[in-house]
């Protein structure tokens, strides 16, 4: 089993920044993934960055690239992603995923919320 949690949510007005954190426990060791994606109200879930963990390759969608940057830190089995410039269009709960063992691991969500 492996425990995601996530913070680093908040309010922000329209060109600020925030950084979301996604803290992995739990049976970790065989990590394939760890990423982020998003649901907008009202809007199905898509994805937003995604760190493959033994190449340490990355890949993001078209709408945040150039503005969201995704990172981890090893030691702390952490992921994260800064996101700036941030649109109201941004608006939604942000879950972090990880796959491990071939499974498919989520955490509860963050909201992050823009405001124009």
């Known amino acids: 089993q492996v425990q995601l949690v996530e913070s680093g949510g908040g309010l922000v007005q329209a060109g600020g920044s925030l950084r979301l954190s996604c803290a992995a426990s739990g049976r970790t060791f065989s990590t394939y993934s760890m990423g982020w994606f998003r649901r907008a109200p009202g809007k199905e879930r898509e994805f937003v960055a995604i760190?493959?963990?033994?190449?340490?390759?990355?890949r993001y969608a078209d709408s945040v690239k150039g503005r969201f940057t995704i990172s981890r830190d090893n030691v702390k089995d952490t992921v994260y992603l800064q996101m700036n410039s941030l649109k109201p269009e941004d608006t939604a709960v942000y879950y972090c995923?990880?796959?491990?063992?071939?499974?498919?691991?989520w955490g509860k969500g963050t909201l992050v919320t823009v405001s124009s």
């Open positions: 995923n990880a796959v491990t063992s071939g499974i498919s691991y």
């Open positions: 760190f493959m963990w033994s190449s340490g390759s990355t």
